[in-house]
């Protein structure tokens, strides 16, 4: 069982999980063509 | 035999439950590490285009910070001094490049979007782009499909060749549809 | 507390006034140029003329930036848009004013000194941490890691551009970022855990930890910060179930170990030790990728090779590379002395008896054994044992380790110990079979011999359960794992074949058979 000590540390983590970081947080700011992620067809080259 | 969970039987209750709910047992039979986005076969460093913890997929190379000279950096405020980008301005060759590397952007279907429009066509299975080869034949043509020589876009070799080929229209793209939001 | 008067509006006009310098179409090298200018304005309004009261900006604007995210993230929770949050608005106020902290940091005394630049760089990241911890505090489960973790990252990225000014301090500067990581780790701020993970993880502080810095003299900042991280996760992994929030933090780990062990497997070789010490015994998959590391410049025998000489391969006698102070795996204490002792004399025998109540732990309802103690202790004796079969001018093998102190240590695990007991000692061991090198040669003959030399069958089938749990679980397994498994299944000294655990089920024996096939 966790101890209370862990339980809260959990609680936080889960808040924290429900807004998890996005790509565009760990990058510069591109200004001209900013990333833009949407689903494009599977047949599309992917990488 | 040892009765818990420290024996072959306790070993085995985990196996027989990773059959029924695969949730259960992910630390004891852990996951396919080589379907974690990461290209583990490549004979290069990884971690330059690692995108992170969370992501799916390597960096794409727009997505890194290259040390360029200053004056390469758009400062934010002349953003909108700047020409939009208008795709149907530039040639054939920044929209293939534009396609083939703003992978998984909305770049990447307005590329295909604005090629499409100008008689490219994208194989679904070759996934190669195809337009027709000006002065060259149809071989044959049906209700589904049609048969001759046409350029197709090598990415590889970045040009534009000539091939025979089976074109079954089931298997060409439609329009490329932008989606709603932009 | 007690800012003077007017200090408040003073900073908020000072940074709009230097967003305005910002948004002025000037060119990134006529920003640079006419900073000073900028650092003028500041002089004037007395923000440069004392420690305190540069720090006191420094507060200001970082709670400034920070209540305009919460700001911005509130009003979105109001009024969703309708095209999804366009990000970069969150990432505004925070990118300024480090870009202003930047160039302080890098215009402040001249070129050739450093100390007062890393002082401003230490002062902000105190400031960054100290906001941080106090509004997770405040905030509980509303707490945001978003602003923390922009301003952070992009300091990160400013400091670590390849500039002259920089490069004579780099080092000091990751010191610094690694400091401020440790302060904010997750189990102290588990709110930014997946944020603080990013971090750590980034290609930009990877590169310059694992690859920039001469020495590999980051490394050892860089175990320790993920053994904060293992130490976090170790109480969530212990069910079988996981939590989604765990299982993401949990896979986003074995993400970064999984490029750790493409890219700089000698950094997973050389902390092995300190990792699996901290991981909990039941996360299999990452403890096996950790031990499957080898030295790049290796080449690995295939395991199944039939007749695999082990003990004739160059590298078997060579010990592991591993950053591992032998001398303090067991605390100083009586029992270290008596271990010693017995280490030196095989007596007293009480040694032995006592030697469990010397291991269990009593008031601790999460666990009856010290494990840490356990791992201490059998690496400590085994490579005290490796020591005295080299110093006789031998190799280890079923006589040369049998019938010694450390032998008797061992065996006394086997037979005094309960089950639990007995399966941390068994990991323990099997925890050292590696790559080809010393280690793995001695604890792989240390655990066939306990196997062959059981009093009972119930300690075999441990043995076995123990090195099938590590078989069975997913790619990649340790080279070491697989020739001790191969030699146990193979060799008929061992009479393996004959014990009813190996045919109680027919998954189990269809396991065995399968692992028998590849290597005859």
């Known amino acids: 069982p ?27 700011m591109r200004v001209y063509l900013p990333k833009n992620i949407c689903q494009t067809p599977a047949y599309y080259n992917q990488v | 035999m040892i009765p818990n969970q420290f024996g072959i039987v306790g070993l085995l209750t985990f196996i027989r ?101 100008r008689e490219w066509r994208y194989h679904m299975e070759e996934k190669v782009w195809i337009s027709q080869a000006p002065g060259m034949p149809m071989v044959e043509k049906t209700s589904t499909y049609e048969r001759g020589t046409y350029y197709f876009f090598d990415a590889h070799n970045w040009r534009k060749v000539a091939k025979e080929f089976h074109l079954d229209y089931s298997k060409l793209e439609g329009r490329p549809q932008l989606p709603a939001h932009v | 507390y007690n800012d003077p008067p007017g200090l408040q509006e003073k900073t908020e006009d000072l940074l709009r006034q230097w967003r305005n310098v910002l948004l002025s179409p000037l060119t990134e090298r006529e920003i640079t140029q006419n900073f000073n200018i900028y650092m003028h304005r500041m002089n004037i309004n007395g923000i440069l003329k004392s420690d305190d009261m540069i720090t006191r900006f420094f507060r200001i604007s970082a709670q400034r930036c920070i209540d305009d995210v919460y700001q911005l993230l ?49 002062k902000i990241l105190g400031i960054i941490a100290g906001c941080l911890l106090q509004d997770h505090e405040e905030h509980g489960t509303n707490f945001q890691q978003l602003p923390y973790h922009r301003l952070m990252l992009i300091l990160f990225l400013d400091m670590n551009t390849s500039e002259p000014v920089l490069e004579s301090m780099n080092y000091q500067i990751l010191t610094a970022f690694c400091h401020t990581l440790r302060i904010v780790r997750p189990s102290v701020a588990p709110g930014f855990c997946y944020a603080w993970l990013e971090v750590v993880a980034h290609r930009a502080f990877l590169n310059r930890v694992m690859a920039l810095t001469p020495q590999q003299k980051g490394w050892g900042m860089y175990s320790t910060l993920l053994i904060d991280l293992f130490k976090f996760l170790d109480p969530f992994l212990r069910n079988t179930e996981l939590a989604a929030p765990v299982m993401t933090l949990y896979k986003g780990t074995l993400k970064v170990l999984l490029v750790l062990l493409h890219d700089f497997p000698e950094f997973l070789c050389d902390y092995h030790y300190g990792f699996c010490d901290a991981i909990p015994p039941n996360c299999i998959q990452m403890r096996n990728l950790i031990l499957s590391a080898f030295p790049r410049n290796m080449r690995l025998p295939d395991p199944f090779t039939p007749n695999l000489k082990v003990d004739l391969l160059v590298e078997i006698n060579s010990p592991p590379r591993a950053v591992i102070n032998y001398g303090t795996l067991i605390p100083p204490s009586q029992f270290k002395k008596d271990l010693d002792a017995y280490l030196a004399a095989r007596t007293p025998v009480t040694f032995l008896t006592e030697l469990r109540s010397n291991i269990q732990v009593v008031n601790d309802p999460a666990r009856r054994y010290n494990c840490q103690l356990i791992n201490g202790l059998v690496l400590y004796v085994g490579t005290q044992a490796i020591a005295q079969i080299k110093a006789k001018g031998q190799t280890p093998n079923m006589s040369t380790i049998a019938h010694s102190a450390h032998m008797d240590i061992f065996q006394n695990f086997t037979v005094d110990f309960d089950y639990e007991g007995r399966y941390l000692f068994l990991n323990a061991i099997a925890n050292q079979l590696r790559y080809p090198n010393s280690h793995t040669h001695y604890f792989s003959c240390c655990l066939l011999y306990l196997f062959a030399e059981a009093n009972s069958e119930a300690v075999q089938e441990q043995i076995t359960r123990m090195l099938l749990e590590r078989l069975i679980v997913n790619r990649p397994h340790p080279w070491g794992l697989l020739i001790t498994f191969i030699e146990l299944i193979k060799n008929p000294a061992y009479k393996f074949w004959s014990h009813e655990f190996v045919h109680c089920a027919p998954e189990i024996e269809k396991l065995f058979a399968s692992v028998a096939r590849s290597c005859i």
């Open chain 2, 17 to 117: 439950a990773a059959e029924s709910d695969p949730s259960l047992v992910s630390l004891a039979l852990g996951q396919d590490l080589t379907a974690l986005g990461l290209n583990l076969n490549s004979p290069d460093n990884i971690y330059l285009s690692f995108a992170g913890p969370w992501a799916d997929s390597a960096c794409r190379p727009q997505d890194m910070d290259h040390n360029v000279p200053p004056e390469y950096l758009i400062n934010g405020s002349i953003r909108e001094k700047l020409a939009p980008v208008r795709l149907n301005r530039y040639k054939e060759d920044l929209l293939f490049y534009l396609f083939y590397s703003y992978v998984g952007d909305v770049l990447q279907i307005a590329a295909a979007a604005e090629l499409y429009s």
């Open chain 1, 2 to 28: 966790l101890n209370t000590d862990h339980q809260s540390q959990f609680t936080m983590m889960e808040a924290a999980f429900y807004h998890m970081p996005h790509a565009s947080d760990s990058e510069r």
């Open chain 3, 74 to 122: 509130a009003e979105d929770r109001l009024n969703p848009p309708v095209a999804g949050p366009k990000r970069k608005k969150y990432y505004m106020a925070c990118d300024s004013f480090i870009k202003l902290v930047s160039l302080l940091i890098k215009n402040t005394a001249e070129a050739s000194n450093p100390t007062p630049k890393l002082n401003l760089l230490n």
